[in-house]
């Protein structure tokens, strides 16, 4: 048997995407289905993210069963799967600001502070050089978090299985769990409801008792909440609800979209990315720290990036530049390369430790325990000599990443100029149509119309969660968390002999829960500060 090694790990990851299962053939080169599946995510994404309403979540969640069905449930699909989910991961974020330029409406939350100086700038009349400033800065930061991704999550899980037992592993846990539940949504009670309930749901109808926990003698309840019904319930349809509501009132205020002429010089100049570059630095670094912890999302990256370069540009300005919110493109530069450049740093948590950081992130957690053969953790890393083809797998998402971000610098641009006129498309019309698809695709894959009740109940619950600003991310993540959370402590609870206190025994362990009790108690305690 032939050692494998490091390189040939990557170089095993390359094949397995260019050389994958054919699709076509073009001048006698063989294109893989993985290459095609990357290319149409890719654009899918770009005109959901141009598309006010949907957005790259609802595109996933549509799409994952239906590719599902397609591709089944070898090894084989996970490619093709999950390379189309960061095509339309990617496509997402840079068509989002499409919208947000020339309508002043984000297409996603993400593209919110993009409209302080985009829509100004169209305005004005240099949409189309708003747009190309936007897609520079963008892919710019997209691409520097994949090369930190690259290079950091095999590291970290190599660091996470030398030096993390079962106790360790599963205070670890608590204490993501305890940070998501924290910091996102802006309210530690609000957070730590929603991280509650995702808990409660998942545990019901599971464990290792001899009856189904929490079922209450239902039958529909005994065999458990199907993952795919709960986060696209909470997720897809709670938001689909919150919009009716939204667009129901828009009813009684009459709106009309207002589109302004192109006038002057449209191109970017090398003068203008000189003028860029700095705050695209600034905030790429920024991005990718923020994308690194998990449940931190993209648009308090966005936030913190256009205020760090709110306040660069107020010191360096030329008198006759535009101030932050009048129109500068160093406004928009700053939010997109913020907020993109989460999106590969987000993929660190997922990929090294098994912790996913967003929604996205979560859409691609569950196409890998969907489909099988791929356990994103620190497993995954094993440099074995003997093959380890979650290794190859590894390599072959880091390759569809490199290979979204060439098609991105390559048409992306185009494409998300293209798009703009989605945005004319009436909201009443397409929500419905989004609704019926994300129905179709959970019977598709779960064929059993429980799954759609179940889907039903969790839009409510993430509705009213939406309604009372508790942020449904919480939810989700305690739900893919929760199953994971139980099985590690019963697994250490057993290999200490039945130590109850097994979490404080180790001093790392123990450093563990203590910060997630410190990251809590810091949390609750900060309105009662700002009161003062």
């Not at 610098?409 to 419905?432: D, E, N, S």
Request: glycine letters at 12%; aromatic letters at 10%.
């Amino acid at each position: 048997m032939v050692d494998v090694g490091t390189l040939d790990y990557i170089w095993l990851g390359i094949l397995a995407v260019f050389q994958g299962p054919e699709a076509f053939s073009f001048l006698g080169v063989s294109i893989s289905i993985t290459v095609m599946m990357v290319a149409f995510g890719l654009v899918l994404g770009i005109v959901v993210g141009a598309t006010p309403g949907l957005g790259g979540v609802i595109a996933m969640a549509i799409s994952l069963p239906i590719l599902i069905s397609v591709f089944g449930f070898t090894s084989d699909a996970l490619l093709p799967v999950m390379g189309f989910l960061i095509g339309v991961m990617k496509g997402s974020t840079v068509g989002g600001a499409v919208p947000a330029i020339l309508f002043n409406t984000p297409g996603t939350p993400d593209a919110f502070m993009t409209t302080l100086d985009g829509y100004p700038m169209a305005q004005s009349g240099k949409a189309r050089k708003a747009l190309k400033i936007s897609h520079f800065s963008s892919v710019s930061g997209d691409t520097f978090s994949d090369i930190v991704l690259i290079v950091c999550a095999p590291f970290l899980a190599i660091l996470v299985e030398s030096y993390l037992d079962l106790p360790e592993k599963t205070a670890l846990l608590i204490l993501s769990l305890s940070f998501i539940a924290a910091v996102v949504g802006g309210s530690a009670a609000k957070g730590l409801l929603s991280c509650g309930l995702g808990l409660l749901a998942v545990y019901i109808g599971t464990g290792d008792d001899f009856y189904p926990r929490l079922s209450f003698g239902s039958s529909a309840l005994s065999d458990g909440i199907p993952i795919t019904a709960a986060v696209i319930g909470v997720l897809v349809i709670g938001a689909i609800f919150s919009e009716l509501e939204n667009l129901w009132n828009q009813t009684r205020r009459k709106g009309a979209i207002e589109v302004a002429k192109d006038t002057g010089d449209q191109r970017l100049h090398w003068a203008d990315i000189r003028r860029i570059l700095p705050y695209i630095g600034r905030s790429a670094l920024i991005g990718t720290t923020i994308g690194a912890l998990p449940g931190v999302g993209s648009t308090l990256a966005a936030t913190i990036g256009y205020a760090t370069g709110k306040r660069f540009h107020a010191k360096n300005k030329k008198p006759e530049d535009p101030e932050f919110g009048q129109g500068a493109p160093e406004g928009i530069a700053a939010t997109e390369a913020a907020n993109s450049s989460v999106s590969g740093a987000n993929l660190i948590p997922v990929l090294s430790l098994g912790i996913p950081g967003n929604t996205a992130a979560v859409f691609l957690i569950l196409a890998a325990e969907s489909i099988g053969g791929f356990n994103p953790g620190p497993a995954v890393f094993k440099f074995s000599t003997d093959l380890n083809p979650e290794l190859v797998i590894a390599f072959g998402l880091f390759t569809t990443m490199i290979l979204a971000n060439l098609l991105n610098w390559t048409i992306g641009g185009f494409l998300m100029r293209f798009l703009g006129a989605l945005v004319r498309i009436p909201k009443q019309y397409l929500l419905p149509v989004v609704l019926l698809l994300t129905l179709a695709s959970l019977y598709v894959q779960e064929t059993s119309m429980s799954a759609i009740w179940f889907a039903f109940a969790f839009g409510i619950l993430g509705y009213f969660m939406m309604r009372f600003a508790i942020s449904p991310l919480p939810f989700v993540i305690g739900f893919v968390l929760g199953g994971r959370i139980e099985e590690t402590a019963r697994q250490a609870f057993s290999a200490t002999g039945g130590d109850p206190l097994f979490l404080l025994k180790s001093p790392l362990a123990a450093a563990f829960i203590l910060c997630a009790v410190g990251v809590l108690f810091i949390s609750l305690r900060k309105p009662k500060a700002d009161k003062k």
